[in-house]
């Protein structure tokens, strides 16, 4: 069971970026899915989430209105565009999946990547 993630990098305060993230072996439709994060010195937290129906996303405060979550069941892959993007969005962001009852449970989900690198700078 492995998720990949790709697409980050160090972008300027206000850039954009787009991370997605595949699954090697299930379809992710059977899942919810979502994307966690973790900045150095700081505790893991749910950055934005899918239910495995696709009801009501779930997004941090922090991110409301600047990312946004979505899924190609087709492609199997998960995608988290992200605008506007501000240096306390720095962190290693990691792909998640799993049986949960809700999309604001992703931080607590059991599948996840090796993560991939967001550095914004001012």
């Known amino acids: 069971v492995q998720l990949v993630e790709s697409g980050g990098g160090t972008v300027q305060a206000g850039g954009s970026l787009r991370l997605s993230c595949v699954h090697s072996?299930?379809?992710?439709?059977?899942?919810?899915v979502g994307w966690v994060r973790q900045a150095p010195g700081k505790a893991l937290e749910g950055v934005a989430g899918l239910s495995k129906y696709d009801r009501q996303p779930y997004y941090h405060d922090s991110v409301k209105g600047r990312f946004t979550i979505s899924r190609d069941n087709a492609k199997n892959t998960v995608y988290l565009q992200m605008n506007n993007l501000k240096p306390e969005d720095t962190a290693l962001y990691y792909c998640?999946?799993?049986?949960?009852?809700?999309?604001?449970?992703?931080?607590?989900?059991?599948?996840r990547g090796q993560g991939t690198q967001v550095t914004v700078s001012s």
């Open positions: 998640a999946a799993g049986f949960l009852a809700s999309a604001d449970e992703i931080k607590i989900a059991p599948l």
């Open positions: 072996t299930f379809p992710l439709d059977g899942f919810a």
